[in-house]
């Protein structure tokens, strides 16, 4: 949708969708009644990040308006999909990966052909999932594959998650660190599969997948699961295809999964953590962000992430980490809440600039 409709469109949905969380006469910003009902977005694999983060955001929510009830709709959504399901205002709060969100905001790579996004603000990240290794995309094989590093992906089967999913985006990138793509696999006769990740699992477990890819904290319940009837195994990232990564997100990090993680795990794992987080509408009320931000982030409060997801326990001692990378603005709830608890704010300039 391009021209005047589309923009029009746009912000009928945004006003409709707001409509319930924002109090006539005390300006878009505040909050003096608790909203009626929320819309977040942020449903992946059961047991995915995504999932686990948005079963958090749900109890925050609860928590932060104690007594009092909220509708609260969850909705499915890949890290693709989030940005424009809440630019439009069809949702309020979802899922924000780094990369993804900044090109949703600057209309590059994956959004080159839309309109820029930016409605999008940040709150806070993940920082249960912080507790943990990443090694993302984690490459996950079996003792039988024979397969030792990306550059032997050449010509195999491989799954690769959702077709809209980051992961499916970064293996992509990744592979080119070994001179391959999807393309070139596919032409030396191989096959790149998308879909579920659980699916994919079984798929592999099956044998008719060589390898799946995993973006997720360790140890990951997919992958425990089926470790405990499979000969699995992880493959360490090549440093070319570490560096093909790198260069192509700048949210990126070196992250290293220690051996021993799992029982059957005897080398480490190199591969990189994601700056994942929460993204909310720009004109959702400054109270309503604030009051949940309190719930994620304050000390006294932080346990939430452990007391939802078990392995996220100790969640709470990373609370100084929730804006150490704070890649599209800082929504005006979260920045008075992180002042108010002496939390640093670090934004980097990509997605910051200009913002509408």
Not at 8 to 37: C, D, I, Y
Request: glycine share 10%; aromatic share 8%.
């Amino acid at each position: 949708m391009t021209g005047s409709w589309s923009a029009a469109g746009r912000n009928l949905a945004v006003a409709g969708a707001l409509a319930a969380v924002l109090v006539a006469g005390t300006g878009p910003a505040f909050a003096q009644e608790p909203p009626k009902s929320l819309v977040i977005i942020g449903r992946g694999s059961a047991g995915s990040t995504s999932d686990l983060a948005f079963t958090v955001m749900e109890e925050a929510i609860k928590r932060a308006y104690a007594g009092t009830a909220i509708n609260v709709r969850r909705l499915p959504g890949t890290a693709t999909a989030v940005p424009p399901r809440i630019h439009s205002g069809e949702a309020q709060i979802g899922h924000g990966v780094g990369e993804s969100v900044v090109d949703a905001w600057n209309a590059t790579r994956t959004f080159a052909n839309r309109p820029k996004m930016q409605s999008l603000r940040y709150v806070g990240a993940y920082i249960g999932f912080m507790t943990r290794p990443s090694a993302s995309p984690t490459f996950i094989t079996t003792e039988k594959s024979g397969l030792k590093s990306w550059a032997d992906l050449k010509d195999k089967r491989i799954g690769v998650g959702t077709p809209d999913s980051l992961t499916s985006t970064m293996v992509n990138v990744a592979l080119k660190g070994v001179g391959l793509s999807y393309d070139q696999i596919k032409r030396n006769g191989g096959v790149v599969v998308t879909g579920d990740w659980n699916q994919q699992m079984d798929m592999l477990a099956d044998g008719q997948l060589d390898a799946v890819f995993l973006t997720a904290d360790h140890p990951s319940p997919i992958l425990t699961q089926f470790a405990a009837t499979n000969a699995a195994r992880i493959v360490s990232m090549d440093e070319p295809v570490l560096k093909a990564l790198l260069d192509n997100y700048p949210t990126f990090v070196r992250n290293e999964l220690p051996a021993g993680t799992y029982d059957w795990q005897k080398n480490h794992v190199v591969g990189v953590q994601l700056s994942l987080g929460y993204v909310v509408h720009k004109d959702l009320p400054d109270d309503v962000v604030y009051r949940i931000c309190k719930q994620l982030y304050w000390k006294e409060n932080a346990a939430i992430w452990g007391e939802v997801v078990p392995t996220w326990k100790g969640a709470e001692k990373l609370v100084d980490k929730a804006a150490q990378t704070v890649f599209i603005p800082l929504h005006p709830g979260a920045k008075k809440c992180f002042d108010e608890a002496g939390i640093p704010i670090r934004t980097i300039a990509n997605g910051a600039d200009n913002p509408s």
